[in-house]
């Protein structure tokens, strides 16, 4: 085990020394050069490194600011600290869900359906599957998707692992269609200065094309087992099923956690047109809308207030992800991005469909390897230098967006969705997974979703 470690820190520094060879090559000054081999080397910890990330993520920030690369100020600005709030802010109020019972009560209450069959099962988990990524976030929702998908197998005595990875990719694709669903959807509305209506316009309807494509092809490629889970449904009567499942009543904590978040989902909803009204800038009722919901639930449930800090709130994910925005900014710092973008544009010979279309399906393929939250924050600075190159760079935005998403259902490692679901499966059945079982499915989902969001923002002007 040593030695293999051993062996990727040697690999890690070879491929930072090679990025800084290269960044000389290219042309780059001593400062962009660290730059770049600072942020790149954050990238390669995610694929040789997970557990140590967060530590390579603190010597990379020393590193910049010893070296004078960043200053301290711009390096709490580039931290994109409204954002680690607005997750954190998000995560109490999950809490307070689960606290209460929500996601349980939701399951019960939507698989309380007359003559349930197979097919019908299939819709009922991508769809919820879906719209639960949207409320809350792609992690939360396969948890406890991941949780009742067991527990009905189990009693139809069906292989679970069909139905888990069909919940996995709608996941991922309905991550894409509020700004709520996925850690990108609120870094992009950040620096972009998108809307929660511009997601509800633009992204949520791609999201349900692309997530009645991904069921169609599901069905057909998991026809035998859900032929088989059919056949047993017949055999054992659907609604038996509730009686397998955790009842949990909307009592008054529940009723009372629903008002809030529903509040906070329609002041969400609504920040734009507030802040028009009020005269405040761009995005700041949506970034502290959570804030507010979060202090009035920690002054409601003031005994529960340290667990929601301590145990809901995942401070390892958001270091990271401060530490990564701030190597990120530093790029557009030190005129790294403004160098890449121009020679992107040389290679693209300024034509805007081709830029769109090479995003697309760049960061699609990006984030079937890596985090997509890592590659996102890598490509967000290089959009903003396009703006001043003279691009129109909405559609951009857009494309970042659906390829990050999509392009996780690729891999097993593709999203951290993919990954918290598989684990639940070996820890609860000791299913383990294999990355060509996944592979071929989630190729195929992940192409043919992204080639509809192509189709879309090529073709479409609404998107321009």
């Known amino acids: 085990m040593e030695n293999r470690l051993i062996l990727r820190f040697v690999f890690l520094s070879l491929l930072i020394i090679l990025t800084g060879f290269i960044a000389k090559t290219i042309g780059l000054n001593i400062h962009q050069i660290i730059a770049l081999s600072i942020f790149s080397a954050s990238v390669f910890a995610t694929l040789l490194f997970w557990d140590f990330r967060v530590a390579i993520a603190f010597l990379g920030i020393a590193t910049l600011l010893i070296t004078k690369t960043v200053d301290l100020e711009n390096m709490v600005k580039f931290a994109s600290l409204e954002v680690i709030l607005f997750l954190v802010g998000m995560m109490v109020l999950v809490g307070l869900l689960k606290e209460g019972g929500f996601f349980a009560w939701l399951v019960t209450l939507i698989l309380r359906i007359r003559n349930l069959t197979a097919k019908k099962f299939v819709f009922i988990i991508s769809i919820l599957s879906a719209l639960l990524s949207c409320c809350v976030d792609e992690v939360t929702s396969i948890i406890f998707m991941a949780a009742a998908i067991l527990e009905i197998c189990d009693y139809f005595e069906v292989d679970p692992t069909p139905f888990i990875i069909i919940s996995i990719l709608s996941t991922n694709i309905g991550s894409t269609g509020t700004v709520l669903g996925n850690p990108i959807g609120i870094l992009i509305a950040s620096k972009s200065g998108l809307t929660f209506e511009d997601f509800i ?264």
């Open 201 to 464: 316009l633009k992204a949520f309807p791609i999201m349900w094309v692309c997530l009645l494509s991904a069921i169609f092809l599901v069905i057909i490629w998991y026809r035998k087992e859900i032929k088989k889970l059919g056949e047993k449904i017949k055999n054992f009567g659907a609604n038996e099923i509730l009686i397998k499942l955790i009842r949990v009543p909307p009592e008054r904590q529940l009723k009372i956690g629903l008002s809030i978040f529903g509040l906070t989902l329609l002041f969400i909803a609504l920040h734009h047109r507030l802040e028009l009204l009020w005269g405040l800038e761009t995005n700041t009722l949506l970034l502290s809308i959570p804030l507010i919901s979060a202090g009035g639930v920690m002054l409601w449930r003031h005994s529960q207030a340290r667990s929601y800090i301590e145990k809901d709130v995942d401070w390892w994910t958001l270091i990271f992800f401060l530490l990564l925005f701030a190597k990120a900014g530093t790029l557009k710092y030190t005129g790294v991005t403004e160098v890449l973008a121009r020679k992107i544009t040389y290679l693209v010979k300024g034509n805007p469909i081709t830029l769109i279309s090479s995003l697309l399906w760049t960061s699609a393929i990006g984030s079937s390897i890596l985090d997509n939250v890592v590659l996102v924050a890598a490509f967000i600075p290089i959009v903003q230098s396009f703006k001043d190159l003279g691009f129109v760079v909405q559609p951009l935005w857009w494309a970042l967006l659906f390829g990050g998403c999509f392009g996780g259902n690729i891999t097993l490692v593709g999203s951290t969705a993919n990954i918290v679901a598989l684990g639940i499966l070996e820890k609860e059945k000791n299913i383990r997974m294999t990355f060509f079982r996944w592979f071929w499915v989630g190729l195929t989902v992940g192409v043919v979703t992204t080639g509809v969001a192509w189709l879309a923002l090529i073709w479409l002007p609404f998107y321009r």
